[in-house]
């Protein structure tokens, strides 16, 4: 199935405008190591380009064009994204499975929710309007008191390969909505439907310089996009490594940021379960998306009275999976993203060999694909605690195994993880289901199932794995900024000091 991939420059104030440096980035597909076509690699020079735009943006016709219109005129441009991201889905899906190397029913189900994100936001944009002039109860009847959210201003927006569009969407719709004007980053390892919204942009007529979207390498493009004078706030999604240096970038300007991290989630499986469920919510918890997810629940903890059962259904499900050319129908397992991915993946694996623990199944390139990034799907058991493999983020598939007990241990080797992302607990006694669910220290818990994610509900983690939440009406509130107005209304005078007039 021949692809055509749009060759495009970066998109700069409702334009397409080739880089200052004049550098691209070559697009390797993952699933037969080729490369298929190329991106602009963007630089400090555009970065002040982009911003200079969203500021004009922002500014233009004192604001009433984008960031003090009404939310109802925001929402008819998120609405109309919506409707031209349904219109191309089908083309959006396989340029995104042939960049990244997901599944193609993944890749459409994500552009479904592409489309509902921006969708959502519109919603919550015209219901921006109602809320204005909130009144505040004051304690004296000579104020009255009522609250604006206004924009928070320029936003930078960073986002990781794993979902490109979706994660792009996660930020700019609610920037968006809340009338901001962005400047998206996308990874440069998976950026060809990012690019596809800029176009969508100049279809829908958004005015120009509210979305600009810059692809590069990080340290090129994100690293001056976050540190720059003029942006307002910073969005990352990402590993911790880059997080913390784009909050150091920012601290210096007492910048805020909002932070969506690694993690390292647990699912607790207790031994009450239906084995088949529990299995397949298993692996689809760790092994969906390539295995390439932040909330993965990449470390099982099963209970010792049925570990030896369980684990042999898992191998079974595993065999199952269907690991292929991401295009092919029924693919359930694609490669990783990229070769360097593959060669990280590989290594945490031998790791926890090398320290002791056993290789239950995969973890090694599948016999019949040749080419490609491709893992099978591995499962790691005999791991203990002190095991890179039980502490780090792999970022591909790869879970790890412990016994436990009783409920207390399973909770404390639960929480024994520097992240605090995602967390999930299966079992049919739901009382002790919301016990372990108030114990887990997680921004995000499942319950009898693992990464179901709806538009609708918060989004984000604690400990290392970020702060701040995205989604639903917080994905909102990160980019809207609270003003108190409070008015004296009593006809009187303060009174405080003596009039010089009665003196």
């Known amino acids: 199935m021949a692809i055509h991939i749009p060759s495009r420059q970066l998109f700069i104030d409702g334009e397409w405008r080739e880089p200052v440096l004049k550098k691209r980035i070559p697009i390797v597909n993952p699933a037969t190591e080729q490369t298929i076509g190329s991106i602009p690699a963007a630089t400090a020079e555009d970065v002040e380009l982009a911003v200079d735009a969203a500021r004009k943006a922002l500014a ?32 959006l899906a396989k340029l995104e499975t042939i960049d990244c190397g997901k599944p193609l029913d993944e890749t459409a189900w994500d552009i479904d929710d592409v489309a509902g994100c921006f969708e959502y936001y519109a919603d919550l944009a015209e219901g921006l309007d109602a809320k204005q002039k909130a009144p505040v109860s004051v304690p004296m009847d000579t104020f009255k008191s009522h609250v604006l959210k206004e924009p928070i201003g320029v936003v930078g927006l960073i986002t990781p390969w794993n979902y490109p569009l979706l994660m792009a969407a996660w930020k700019v719709a609610p920037a968006l909505a809340a009338g901001c004007a962005a400047i998206l980053k996308p990874s440069e390892l998976a950026s060809v439907t990012c690019l596809e919204l800029g176009e969508i942009c100049k279809d829908v007529g958004l005015p120009s310089g509210i979305l600009n979207i810059l692809t590069g390498f990080g340290p090129e493009a994100g690293a001056p996009l976050a540190s720059h004078p003029h942006v307002d706030k910073i969005a990352f999604t990402g590993s911790c490594a880059t997080g913390s240096k784009i909050m150091t970038a920012a601290a210096q300007l007492v910048k805020p940021v909002t932070m969506e991290l ?18 397949e919510w298993t692996i689809f918890g760790c092994f969906w998306t390539n295995g390439q997810i932040c909330s993965a629940t990449s470390r099982l903890l099963v209970h010792e009275n049925i570990a ?34 593959y060669e990280k993946v590989l290594n945490f694996v031998s790791t926890a060999e090398r320290e002791g623990a056993k290789l239950l199944f995969g973890g090694v390139r599948p016999k019949h694909l040749k080419k490609g990034y491709f893992v099978e799907p ?79 509900a918060p989004w984000g983690g604690n400990k290392r794995s970020g702060f701040g939440r995205e989604l639903g009406e917080w994905g909102l509130d990160n980019y809207l900024t609270v003003k108190q107005v409070t008015e004296y209304v009593s006809n009187e005078p303060w009174g405080w000091y003596k009039s010089p007039s009665k003196l």
């Open 378 to 456: 591995a499962i790691v058991t005999n791991v203990t605690t002190s095991m890179q493999l039980w502490r780090e983020e792999v970022f591909g598939p790869v879970l790890c195994v412990k016994t436990f007990s009783s409920e207390d241990e399973a909770i404390e080797l639960a929480n024994d993880t520097i992240y605090g992302l995602g967390a999930a607990v299966i079992s049919n006694d739901l009382e002790r289901c919301e016990r372990v669910t108030k114990a887990l220290q997680a921004g995000i818990v499942w319950v009898n199932c693992s990464q179901p994610c709806f538009t609708q």
């Open 262 to 279: 690694g993690g390292k989630s647990p699912i607790v499986v207790f031994d009450d379960v239906d084995l088949d469920k529990a299995a």
């Open 308 to 341: 030896d059962e369980f684990l042999d259904r898992l191998v079974k499900w595993c065999q199952n999976i269907k690991i292929s050319d991401p295009l092919e129908e029924g693919c359930r397992l694609g490669p990783v993203v990229s070769a360097g991915q």
């Open 60 to 91: 233009r016709n004192k604001g009433k064009d984008w960031a003090s219109a009404s939310g109802a005129l925001r929402a008819k441009y998120l609405r109309a994204i919506a409707a031209k991201i349904t219109e191309r889905k089908s083309e």
